[in-house]
């Protein structure tokens, strides 16, 4: 079955951290760009972070850079969030999408283009919270 399915969401308290996990079933992902988008309550969707095929150049957020990392484990066919630092406003859905390179990074910045993907994954909650 084809599928990417996240995990790793949670309460969390600000200031702590959380590792999300993008596995694919069905599909090579090291052969896809893969982004990170979240959608909180009443907002729209963002652009968080998404990492290259091939020699694996980033892109994240303003609003999350230096806070968070994304990385690959081509071993596990699974892409990383590692999520430090943690405030209330990154409280949200978080999902993951597979697709080509250059479509992955507009999505990252023009919210139309995430339904150009090739995969996407349902989401995992992120609730940071004291």
Not at 33 to 54: D, H, L, N, T, Y
């Amino acid at each position: 079955q084809v599928q990417l399915v996240e995990s790793g969401g949670g309460l969390v308290q600000p200031g702590g951290s959380l590792r999300l996990s993008c596995a694919a079933s069905g599909f090579t992902l090291d052969y896809y760009a893969v982004g990170w988008f979240r959608q909180a309550p009443g907002k729209e969707r963002e652009g968080v972070s998404c990492i290259s095929r091939g020699d694996g150049t980033t892109y994240y957020a303003n609003s999350v850079k230096g806070r968070f990392t994304i990385s690959r484990d081509k071993a596990k066919n699974t892409v990383y969030l590692q999520m430090n630092s943690l405030k209330p406003e990154d409280t949200a859905v978080y999902s993951c999408t597979a697709g080509d390179p250059i479509t992955t990074v507009q999505a990252m910045y023009g919210p139309s283009y995430y339904y150009a993907m090739d995969y996407w994954g349902k989401g995992t909650l992120v609730t940071v919270s004291s």
